[in-house]
């Protein structure tokens, strides 16, 4: 069993920070990319950024400069610091992993619960 727990979700103002945590566990025998992904009542669930194994990173448009991604392997932990709030960040994020529960298997995506972030104006 493999388990994405998010964590950090909170109410700010606009202008604030947040720091996002997702933290892998069980069954896990390597993890590929890891990323956060966003979501809106009524749209779909978008990218925000991604880092690779080796620590390269993607971001969304939209979050360029403001928001940082990082991970840390010996933890199965990924990050994600949210400088500069815009109310228009507010969302539920996911964590994502591409990861494999065994040498005999093959990569698979798995999704956390969700954290709430909510950035008033």
């Known amino acids: 069993q493999v388990q994405l727990v998010e964590s950090g979700g909170h109410l700010v103002q606009a202008g604030g920070s947040l720091r996002l945590s997702c933290a892998a566990s069980?069954?896990?025998?390597?993890?590929?990319?890891m990323g956060w992904y966003r979501q809106v009542p009524g749209k779909q669930r978008e990218l925000v950024a991604s880092?690779?194994?080796?620590?390269?990173?993607n971001y969304a448009d939209s979050v360029k400069g403001r928001f940082a991604i990082s991970r840390d392997n010996a933890k199965n932990t990924v990050y994600l610091q949210m400088n500069s709030l815009k109310p228009e960040d507010t969302a539920v994020y996911y964590c994502?992993?591409?990861?494999?529960?065994?040498?005999?298997?093959?990569?698979?995506?798995?999704w956390g619960q969700g954290t709430q972030v909510t950035v008033s104006s």
């Open positions: 994502n992993a591409d990861l494999k529960r065994s040498l005999w298997e093959g990569y698979s995506q798995y």
């Open positions: 069980g069954s896990i025998f390597s993890i590929n990319d």
């Open positions: 880092i690779t194994s080796g620590g390269s990173t």
